[in-house]
Structures are given as C-alpha cells and as structure tokens.
C-alpha cells in the first residue's frame, strides 16, 4: 500500500468512529479528536515529502552530472588522472602507487 492510500484508509476510519455514537474511548491517544490530529499530521507530513520529492531528484540529476557525465564528470577525469599519472611517472612509481589503489566506478 502507498503512503496516500494508508492515509486514505486512516482517514476513512476516523470517519467511522466519528459515526459510531457509541465510541468512547477512556485512553487519551484514541479518542476521535486525537484520531483526528493525528491525521491532520500524517497529511501534513505527506504533503511535505511529496514537496520535497521534485528538488530531491533534481539535485540527484545534478549530481550525476557532476560525477558520470561523460568526458568531463568526476569520474572519468579521475580515471584519465591515473593514466596520466601511469604513463609519465611509470606503473612502479611512488606516485603512481599511492593513486592506484583509489577505487572510481561509475553505477550500473
């Protein structure tokens, strides 16, 4: 079930306690006015995640632009670095040993 539905159905629920005269709960947390803040929150709460979801995944292109784009991310300009790096000071090298074992992969 979505997170829309859960509140959905929530929602539904407090309604029908709301129609049940019979309901009268002694505990605090499970009166219908508790019911009922509870819900406002959980949709307050959603609508907050559903606001968020646009810049989140925007930032997450940026991102990946930043470190797969070809040719110029981060990624690839690392790699080119260590060939660089292996061709002019050899495989051998001091230089070449101590950035050799630095891990750059791009995700499947």
């Avoid at 009922?36 to 979801?53: H, M, P, R």
């Avoid at 997450?60 to 797969?68: E, K």
């Avoid at 790699?79 to 002019?88: A, G, H």
């Amino acid at each position: 079930m979505s997170f829309d539905s859960r509140i959905d159905n929530f929602d539904k629920f407090v309604k029908l306690l709301t129609s049940v005269t019979l309901y009268a709960q002694n505990e605090a947390d499970l009166k219908v006015t508790a019911l009922t803040a509870v819900l406002t929150d959980l949709k307050t709460k959603n609508a907050a995640v559903i606001a968020a979801e646009v810049p989140l995944n925007n930032a997450r292109i940026t991102r990946n632009d930043v470190l797969y784009k070809p040719n110029t991310g981060l990624v690839d300009i690392a790699l080119d670095v260590k060939t660089y790096i292996k061709s002019v000071f050899g495989a051998s090298s001091p230089q070449y040993k101590k950035i050799s074992k630095i891990k750059f992969t791009k995700p499947r």
